[in-house]
């Protein structure tokens, strides 16, 4: 068949069904309830007069800080008409409620913009560079001339799905103006509601812009939503069409034909990168993801993951550890599904030998439910303790503390726990939970006087104590470095971690002893180090100089990569912390530090 011909065939076969669909709610478990239907009047097709966005907007639900008001339109509400509006200015945040301000992107150039938020990596698995990402994107701010208006703002929201920041997406979307005019922006929206269940919203979508939106995306939604609401022949046809198109989707075909035909659950041999549309429909079809699904490491596709019911236990374990690690999911919802896995009794009652027979998600979760049945303090402190240490060897310190972070509160210093305080105390600064720390603070100077290995072991804690802001270890002065290294340096990887620490405090402005450096020599004078392209390092340099903070951010965050503070060799360090703190950003540097430093295992 002509290709033409049969597109025009597809074309005709979908525009000549009934768009009045009965769409479904996505529940957790259960049977899909059918609602009646709902044509999007908040999108018409052609705006019949000009919309006024001034109107105040709905108050967006959507946690993380973000505040409700009305559109920021470079960083002011403007009376303008919509074609007077360029949607890129649009944001949620302004100088008051986080932003980096109206004029963020002053003498910056749009290629710059283009090029590095297509960049930002929107993986990494640091705290306080997520943190940067989303008030980055979220920020209302005016940009260069130039360009296709409403291509920054489609990128923008781009970016934070693929962060699954779903509650920015929802609210960056609710303030762009004339956003359904935008294709990128719809599809953007679709993907967001099918990877967090609401595909009522996503079939609505796609059954109001099917006419206009005719590529393989919007019929393969349009299909999925056909097959959903008990239209078995009309989804078969539009398969039959894509496959003579030479669509090879076989999976997608697969799971549509279980909805046609929910004999049996239809199986699934290899996922390893699945579209949202595809885990909506494996989910509704309850086919059973495989194992290579994991393989993904996008932050919004391994919260889905973490969430469905038709994924195995460890699968599911390891997509959610590893999305809280993102930030893309809650840590309370990482702390139940721990909770809601099962283990023999055998297990339970000898966690620690047990523990370390398992994988790590699975480790971590025999561990959490032995805290949260022990009663013994001891005990409960020995199985935080495991926890902790598995969790360091597999780079998920961090993660886990905060995940523990409950058992870890209800334990009360005492001198028969004085082994535990350095634990203690790192998760507790850590989690920024200061006072909390206070208690086993004190316990453990007291106890370090009598006993040599909490000494040494006060000692080695001293310089995150210093770097997180503990009251306890402000006054901690620099020329104690020597003194510290003393106590660490037959340690395992000593010298890379102290070339770390130094290189953070002395980015932050404190003077390192000549005697610390002097110390680090002894070894091999050269390393090979992964580092950025040069041009970066201008560009990072130019705009911290210039006080230019939203190039500067966004330069930092590319320059650091994926691995973030975490994998970045201490000059990497040292030019980004020194960028942020020149352009006013002192406590994102200080954390990025303090990341570092924990991470490097101090």
Same mark, same amino acid.
């Given at each position: 068949?002509?290709?033409?011909?049969?597109?025009?065939?597809?074309?005709?076969?979908?525009?000549?069904?009934? /768009?009045?669909?009965?769409?479904?709610?996505?529940? !957790?478990?259960?049977?899909?309830?059918?609602? #009646?239907?709902?044509?999007?009047? +908040?999108?018409?097709?052609?705006?019949?007069?000009?919309?006024?966005? @001034?109107?105040?907007?709905?108050?967006?639900?959507?946690?993380?800080?973000?505040?409700?008001?009305?559109?920021?339109?470079?960083?002011?509400?403007?009376?303008?008409?919509?074609?007077?509006?360029?949607?890129?200015?649009?944001?949620?945040?302004?100088?008051?409620?986080?932003?980096?301000?109206?004029?963020?992107?002053?003498?910056?150039?749009?290629?710059?913009?283009?090029?590095? /938020?297509?960049?930002?990596?929107?993986?990494?698995?640091? #705290?306080?560079?997520?943190?940067?990402?989303?008030?980055?994107? *979220?920020?209302?701010?005016?940009?260069?001339?130039?360009?296709?208006?409403?291509?920054?703002?489609?990128?923008?929201?781009?970016?934070? %799905?693929?962060?699954?920041?779903?509650?920015?997406?929802?609210?960056?979307?609710?303030?762009?103006?004339?956003?359904?005019?935008?294709?990128?922006?719809?599809? =953007?929206?679709?993907?967001?509601? %099918?990877?967090?269940?609401?595909?009522?919203?996503?079939? !609505?979508?796609?059954?109001?812009?099917?006419?206009?939106?005719?590529?393989?995306?919007?019929?393969?939604?349009?299909?999925?939503?056909?097959? /959903?609401?008990?239209?078995?022949?009309?989804?078969?046809?539009?398969?039959?069409?894509?496959?003579?198109?030479?669509?090879?989707?076989?999976?997608?075909?697969?799971?549509?034909?279980?909805?046609?035909?929910?004999? &049996?659950?239809?199986?699934?041999?290899?996922?390893?990168?699945?579209?949202?549309?595809?885990?909506?429909?494996?989910?509704?079809?309850?086919?059973?993801?495989?194992?290579?699904?994991?393989?993904?490491?996008?932050?919004?596709?391994?919260?889905? =993951?973490?969430?469905?019911?038709?994924?195995?236990?460890?699968?599911?374990?390891?997509?959610?550890?590893?999305?809280?690690?993102?930030?893309?999911?809650?840590?309370?919802?990482?702390?139940?599904?721990?909770?809601?896995?099962?283990?023999?009794?055998?297990?339970?009652?000898?966690?620690?030998?047990?523990?370390?027979?398992?994988?790590?998600?699975?480790?971590?979760? /025999?561990?959490?439910?032995?805290?949260?049945? !022990?009663?013994?303090?001891?005990? !409960?402190?020995?199985?935080?303790?495991?926890?902790?240490?598995?969790?360091?060897?597999?780079?998920?310190? &961090?993660?886990?503390?905060?995940?523990?972070?409950?058992?870890?509160?209800?334990?009360?210093?005492?001198?028969?726990?004085?082994?535990?305080? #350095?634990?203690?105390?790192?998760?507790?600064?850590?989690?920024?939970?200061?006072?909390?720390?206070?208690?086993?603070?004190?316990?453990?100077?007291?106890?370090?006087?009598?006993?040599?290995?909490?000494?040494?072991?006060?000692? &080695?804690?001293? #310089?995150? +104590?210093?770097?997180?802001?503990?009251?306890?270890?402000?006054?901690?002065?620099?020329?104690?470095?020597?003194?510290?290294?003393?106590?660490?340096?037959?340690?395992?990887?000593?010298?890379? $971690?102290?070339?770390?620490?130094?290189?953070?405090?002395?980015? *932050?402005?404190?003077?390192?002893?000549?005697?610390?450096?002097?110390?680090?020599?002894?070894?091999?004078?050269? $390393? @090979?180090?992964?580092?950025?392209?040069?041009?970066?390092?201008?560009?990072?340099?130019?705009?911290?100089?210039?006080?230019? =903070?939203?190039?500067?951010?966004?330069?930092?965050?590319?320059?650091?990569?994926?691995?973030?503070?975490?994998?970045?060799?201490?000059?990497?360090?040292?030019?980004? =912390?020194?960028?942020?703190?020149?352009?006013? %950003?002192?406590?994102?540097?200080?954390?990025?530090? %303090?990341?570092?430093?924990?991470?490097?295992? *101090?």
């Amino acid at each position: 068949m002509n290709a033409s011909l049969v597109k025009h065939s597809f074309s005709a076969a979908i525009f000549g069904i009934t /768009l009045g669909l009965a769409f479904p709610v996505l529940a !957790q478990q259960g049977p899909v309830n059918l609602a #009646p239907p709902v044509r999007l009047d +908040a999108h018409p097709k052609q705006p019949t007069s000009k919309p006024d966005v @001034t109107r105040q907007t709905p108050s967006p639900n959507v946690g993380d800080g973000i505040p409700a008001h009305v559109p920021i339109m470079g960083g002011a509400v403007q009376a303008e008409t919509l074609d007077a509006v360029n949607p890129d200015v649009a944001g949620v945040l302004n100088d008051q409620t986080g932003g980096f301000g109206s004029a963020m992107w002053l003498d910056t150039s749009r290629l710059v913009i283009e090029d590095l /938020l297509a960049k930002i990596p929107v993986t990494s698995s640091s #705290p306080v560079m997520r943190k940067l990402m989303h008030r980055l994107l *979220l920020t209302g701010a005016e940009v260069p001339t130039g360009g296709v208006p409403g291509s920054l703002i489609a990128l923008r929201a781009k970016q934070l %799905l693929a962060m699954g920041d779903f509650n920015g997406v929802n609210a960056l979307l609710k303030v762009v103006p004339g956003y359904a005019a935008n294709p990128e922006l719809l599809r =953007i929206e679709v993907d967001s509601r %099918l990877l967090t269940g609401d595909v009522a919203r996503a079939c !609505q979508v796609a059954s109001s812009y099917i006419e206009n939106q005719n590529t393989v995306y919007w019929q393969k939604a349009f299909i999925f939503c056909q097959a /959903l609401n008990g239209q078995t022949e009309q989804a078969q046809l539009g398969i039959s069409l894509l496959q003579e198109l030479g669509d090879q989707d076989t999976v997608f075909f697969t799971l549509v034909e279980a909805l046609s035909n929910p004999s &049996a659950p239809p199986v699934i041999d290899r996922l390893p990168d699945p579209s949202p549309l595809h885990l909506a429909l494996a989910r509704v079809a309850r086919a059973q993801l495989p194992t290579d699904v994991i393989s993904s490491n996008r932050p919004a596709i391994l919260r889905a =993951i973490a969430i469905s019911p038709n994924a195995a236990p460890e699968l599911r374990l390891e997509a959610a550890e590893r999305a809280e690690v993102a930030g893309a999911l809650p840590v309370d919802a990482l702390r139940q599904l721990y909770a809601s896995i099962e283990f023999p009794k055998e297990s339970l009652k000898s966690p620690l030998s047990t523990a370390a027979q398992l994988s790590g998600p699975m480790s971590r979760a /025999l561990l959490y439910r032995a805290t949260l049945s !022990q009663t013994v303090p001891a005990a !409960q402190a020995e199985a935080l303790a495991q926890a902790l240490k598995l969790a360091r060897n597999g780079g998920r310190y &961090a993660s886990t503390a905060r995940a523990f972070l409950p058992q870890i509160t209800r334990i009360e210093p005492s001198i028969e726990l004085a082994w535990f305080a #350095p634990e203690a105390i790192r998760a507790f600064l850590i989690a920024n939970r200061h006072e909390a720390a206070r208690g086993w603070f004190e316990l453990l100077k007291g106890t370090a006087e009598h006993d040599e290995n909490l000494a040494a072991a006060l000692s &080695a804690l001293m #310089p995150v +104590a210093k770097l997180s802001g503990f009251d306890q270890a402000r006054a901690w002065p620099m020329d104690q470095l020597p003194k510290w290294w003393g106590t660490v340096k037959d340690g395992e990887g000593a010298r890379d $971690k102290a070339a770390i620490l130094a290189t953070v405090f002395q980015a *932050l402005g404190e003077n390192i002893p000549d005697e610390m450096w002097a110390n680090l020599i002894s070894g091999p004078a050269y $390393k @090979t180090v992964l580092a950025p392209h040069p041009a970066l390092w201008f560009v990072l340099d130019g705009a911290a100089n210039r006080g230019r =903070i939203g190039e500067t951010v966004l330069a930092s965050l590319v320059v650091l990569g994926e691995g973030g503070p975490a994998r970045a060799s201490p000059m990497i360090l040292q030019r980004v =912390i020194k960028a942020l703190m020149a352009v006013g %950003l002192e406590d994102e540097a200080r954390l990025m530090a %303090l990341e570092a430093a924990v991470a490097a295992g *101090l």
